[in-house]
């Protein structure tokens, strides 16, 4: 059964960094992606990276602070984000496409499996 589980979350202030970690127990880690809801809000595509690595695509939100890789013989994904804003308050959620994509989908439903999910807050 696929497994992923989110780390790396917490409180910073505005214009600091946090990097989330997602570990992900499966035998062939697919197209993955960062989604992210915010209290009262619909969860939303932050980035996600094809199979390869070779293609990534984030939200206009987080182009040029937020950095997503990937480790295919670890089987984890990163995301670095940098000079985080209050906007960025949310849960921040892995999750895992099963469809070998060469573009990273925005589309929650294209999505099979995620995790718990990991807060982030950032303060003003």
């Known amino acids: 059964q696929v497994q992923l589980v989110e780390s790396g979350g917490g409180l910073v202030q505005a214009g600091g960094s946090l990097r989330l970690s997602c570990a992900v127990r499966t035998f062939i880690m697919y197209t993955m992606g960062w989604f992210r809801q915010a209290p009262g809000k619909e969860r939303e595509f932050v980035v996600g990276?094809?199979?390869?690595?070779?293609?990534?695509r984030y939200a206009d939100s987080v182009k040029g602070r937020f950095t997503i890789s990937r480790d295919n013989h670890k089987n984890t994904v990163c995301l670095q984000m940098n000079n985080l804003k209050t906007g960025d308050t949310a849960v921040y959620y892995c999750?895992?496409?099963?469809?070998?994509?060469?573009?990273?989908?925005?589309?929650?439903?294209?999505?099979?499996?995620w995790g718990q999910g990991t807060q982030v807050t950032v303060s003003s």
């Open positions: 999750a895992e496409d099963v469809a070998q994509r060469g573009r990273p989908s925005l589309e929650r439903a294209e999505y099979a499996y």
């Open positions: 990276i094809s199979w390869s690595g070779g293609s990534t």
